[in-house]
């Protein structure tokens, strides 16, 4: 008689945060960026051949550019804080997070990554004790 032990383990992938080149990109795609960066390129031409005073025209392009840095570099870093305390907040949570167990008419708690297939999770609400199947 042959007996095989078949034992499940739950891997959870977590996917990396981006890098914040990523965030940056992300921030090119804004449409209003796009048409705010073809009116610098348009001032900055306009400004430095067709001006009165080329040698000072061009500035009100450039101005518009350096805004738009400040805006990119703003949105891009909140973005990536912003994900990155969520990741902290996210393993935090799950580190914290257990669960009453029922195996062999025993209850007794494990953390959420031990969870697996099958196991009897007693769940309280109010005073009502159920047993749910976790599926």
């Known amino acids: 008689m042959k007996i095989e032990l ?15 080149c990523a965030y940056v ?3 090119f795609e804004d449409l209003m960026v796009r048409i705010l960066i073809a009116a610098a390129i348009v001032q900055i031409v306009l400004g430095a051949t067709l001006s009165d005073d080329p040698s000072k025209d061009w500035v009100d392009g450039l101005s518009i550019v350096v805004t ?16 990155h305390k969520f990741n902290e907040l996210n393993d935090i949570t799950n580190k914290v997070t257990t669960y009453k167990v029922v195996q062999k008419r025993n209850p007794f708690d494990i953390p959420s990554d031990d969870l697996i297939v099958g196991d009897l ?15």
């Open 6 to 20: 078949k034992i499940w383990v739950l891997i959870i992938f977590i996917e990396p945060v981006p890098p914040f």
């Open 25 to 27: 990109w992300e921030s």
């Open 68 to 83: 738009l840095l400040v805006v990119i570099l703003v949105r891009s870093i909140t973005n990536w804080k912003k994900e």
């Open 121 to 135: 999770i007693q769940v309280m609400i109010g005073i009502f004790h159920l047993l749910i199947y976790f599926l």
